[in-house]
């Protein structure tokens, strides 16, 4: 009630993060945590490398590292899979392998591709999405990250 007198009153409405002892919602608190600080790592050498050493030679510097980054995603497909979020197994599953397809099957078979603007501008919208995506759920905030979600399925919890 005291959200809807806020936002009639023309202020905007004040979101409480969520506040759960649950084992769940504590494990993907800290799985988001953790997610969004590797991102955070990618995004910080694409930053640092691009301007050094320019696009070709970025690969050095982050790609093993976003390929096992990217990988840590395959536990998502293992949370929709087992109820901790509510979300399609098959819809998680083809993110995550379009992904994985990118960095372990193209990319690292035909290492010339990294070389391109292309590569680092795909792991700049990857890390800024990520980061902008899995900041807010690192600290509960699950009504902050999307106006639609709405918290659905982010928390784990009805």
Not at 108 to 129: C, D, G, H, R, Y
Request: proline share 5%; hydrophobic share 45%.
């Amino acid at each position: 009630m005291e959200s809807r007198k806020a936002v009639d009153n023309g202020q905007a409405p004040r979101l409480k993060p969520l506040r759960s002892n649950s084992p769940s919602t504590q494990y993907l608190l800290l799985y988001n945590f953790v997610s969004a600080l590797l991102w955070l790592v990618v995004l910080g050498r694409l930053v640092l490398l691009v301007p050094l050493v320019g696009f070709g030679t970025v690969y050095r510097g982050v790609g093993q590292f976003t390929k096992w980054t990217q990988t840590v995603a395959v536990l998502e497909i293992a949370h929709a899979a087992f109820g901790v979020v509510r979300a399609p197994v098959g819809t998680t599953s083809m993110q995550v392998a379009s992904r994985l397809l990118l960095v372990w099957g193209i990319i690292n078979n035909f290492p010339f591709l990294a070389k391109s603007t292309a590569f680092s501008t795909m792991l700049l919208a990857w890390s800024v999405t990520e980061i902008c995506f899995l900041g807010p759920l690192s600290t509960g905030d699950f009504e902050r990250v999307l106006p639609y979600m709405d918290g659905y399925g982010a928390s784990g919890e009805d």
